[in-house]
């Protein structure tokens, strides 16, 4: 006897139809992760892209702000402000509006930096204002011989009321200038080198620590290893200069510090 099977019933025609997978148009063994994949990749790179363009940005900025601009900020308001190295009009704007009586000028005069020398002094004279000029270099630790010329005129500024406000700037008024600055705001006016440091920042001021800049910091990191390995002595950065900071141009013997006196190294 056969058994003869009629047409399959409707019903199960469809639910075998329900129950058939979809076709993929990628491996079926990824279910689906494969466009997970492409939109991580395509997420990084957008964030790779961003990441880019925000560093370029950001130098850009830099270099504007370091080159282009007046870096102009007060260290002391009313006595002691800082600043780029500045065109005749805007030097001549600052001494009228800030009422500036000295500009130390830590620039030197050679060849190179001659126009510039010669622009500011002239603005100077005009304005009635006192030009004062201690060379120091940016790619570098400070010789003895500069500091002794710095001190000289810092502590003849503190002493000489008329004398201040002072308006102090290097090239781009962020390192030699910044220096320069803790050292007025530790030295002359008390406050913990932790906080004058803080005149060594790359924001407002654009100091880098890095590459040549970083002789700035590496100079005050020598006088707090002092300090730290002498805590009996505090002295003054001026004083540990004078007494036990001997970095000097090559070939260059001990030379009198400003108060006419001859100090050599501790045996």
């Not at 370029?56 to 870096?71: A, E, M, S």
């Not at 004279?125 to 011989?145: C, D, F, N, Q, Y």
Request: aromatic share 10%; hydrophobic share 35%.
């Amino acid at each position: 006897m056969s058994l003869k099977l009629g047409p399959e019933p409707e019903s199960y025609t469809l639910a075998a139809r329900a129950a058939t997978p979809p076709a993929f148009d990628y491996a079926p063994d990824t279910w689906g992760y494969g466009d997970v994949a492409v939109e991580r990749k395509r997420r990084q790179g957008a964030l790779f892209v961003l990441l880019v363009s925000t560093v370029l940005l950001g130098g850009l900025l830099f270099v504007l702000l370091r080159v282009g601009g007046n870096n102009l900020h007060p260290v002391e308001e009313g006595r002691f402000y800082r600043s780029a190295q500045m065109n005749e009009i805007d030097l001549a704007r600052s001494i009228d509006q800030l009422g500036i009586k000295s500009v130390l000028r830590l620039v030197g005069t050679d060849d190179s930096d001659r126009e510039s020398y010669d622009s500011e002094r002239a603005v100077c004279e005009r304005k009635g204002t006192r030009h004062i000029v201690a060379k120091m270099a940016a790619s570098r630790l400070p010789w003895r011989s500069e500091l002794s010329t710095l001190f000289a005129a810092l502590d003849e500024l503190a002493a000489r009321e008329e004398l201040l406000p002072v308006l102090v700037h290097c090239s781009q008024g962020s390192d030699r200038t910044g220096l320069v600055s803790v050292i007025w705001l530790h030295d002359y006016r008390g406050k913990p080198l932790s906080e004058a440091r803080g005149q060594l920042a790359f924001v407002p001021y654009m100091h880098v620590s890095w590459g040549e800049a970083r002789s700035m910091g590496d100079f005050l990191d020598r006088y707090e290893a002092y300090l730290s390995e002498n805590p009996q002595g505090r002295l003054k950065i001026r004083d540990w200069v004078k007494l036990h900071y001997f970095e000097e141009k090559p070939g260059r013997g001990p030379l009198p510090w400003y108060d006419g006196k001859t100090y050599t190294p501790s045996p």
